[in-house]
T-cell receptor, first 116, second 113 residues
Framework: NAGVMQNPRHLVRRRGQEARLRCSPV?????VYWYRQLPEEGLKFMVY????????ESGMPKERFSAEFPKEGPSILRIQQVVRGDSAAYFC??????????????FGEGSRLTVL | AQSVSQHNHHVILSEAASLELGCNYS??????LFWYVQYPGQHLQLLLK??????LVKGIKGFEAEFIKSKFSFNLRKPSVQWSDTAEYFC???????????FGGGTRVLVKP
């Protein structure tokens, strides 16, 4: 199921610039998750949002990173003043309800950020 | 906090060989367990999941996994792999009543034709 749409698929930024990654969940899904995959590492949880609310941001770096999921439109992961260490693949996933009830996340194809 | 470890980072095998990928988690309470697969150039997709009941779970494409509670393990198996099984496999855990999946580091499987 490739219903989760992420864009851009590839993004190149210079140090100090801003990166904005967008995620449109599967139609009807109101739960969105962002994960980051660093080279040669697994997926690390960043943030879990429901419409207009951040439910769990325990995996978000304290500075420069923010996420939103407005009432209308896609979820946005924003990285300000990017550094080389931010280079990674950022994956968005959605679900109809909470994982314990629905049992599955649907993933997008990821946005690959390269910081020069 | 829950964590997941996958023992092998890379596995290379020939077609028709049997595959077993190890997964162990650390969490003392009730868990839901998942295996996801990412084929080259594609998004992650669910292979199988365990919530309760029979600890031997059947998934898509001939995969199965066994939950052994005493060993905190959820190993993935396939009796006879095909070239098309070349992919990266991720084990994941959700603590019951939790709101996120915690993933292992992934295992890259290369099946030689």
């Amino acid at each position: 199921n490739a219903g989760v749409m992420q864009n851009p698929r590839h993004l190149v930024r210079r140090r100090g610039q801003e990166a904005r990654l967008r995620c449109s969940p599967v139609k009807g899904h109101s739960h969105v998750y962002w994960y980051r995959q660093l080279p040669e590492e697994g997926l690390k949880f960043m943030v879990y949002l429901q419409k207009e609310n951040i439910i769990d941001e325990s995996g978000m770096p304290k500075e420069r990173f923010s996420a939103e999921f407005p009432k209308e439109g896609p979820s946005i992961l924003r990285i300000q003043q990017v550094v080389r260490g931010d280079s990674a693949a950022y994956f968005c996933a959605s679900s109809r309800g909470q994982i314990e009830n629905t049992g599955e996340l649907f993933f997008g194809e990821g946005s690959r950020l390269t910081v020069l | 906090a829950q964590s997941v470890s996958q023992h092998n980072h890379h596995v290379i095998l020939s077609e028709a060989a049997s595959l077993e990928l190890g997964c162990n988690y650390s969490y003392g309470g009730t868990v839901n367990l998942f295996w996801y697969v990412q084929y080259p150039g594609q998004h992650l997709q669910l292979l199988l999941k365990y919530f309760s009941g029979d600890p031997l779970v059947k998934g898509i494409k001939g995969f199965e996994a066994e939950f052994i509670k005493s060993k905190f393990s959820f190993n993935l198996r396939k009796p006879s792999v095909q070239w098309s099984d070349t992919a990266e496999y991720f084990c994941a855990v959700n603590a019951a009543a939790g709101n996120k999946l915690t993933f292992g580091g992934g295992t890259r499987v290369l099946v030689k034709p």
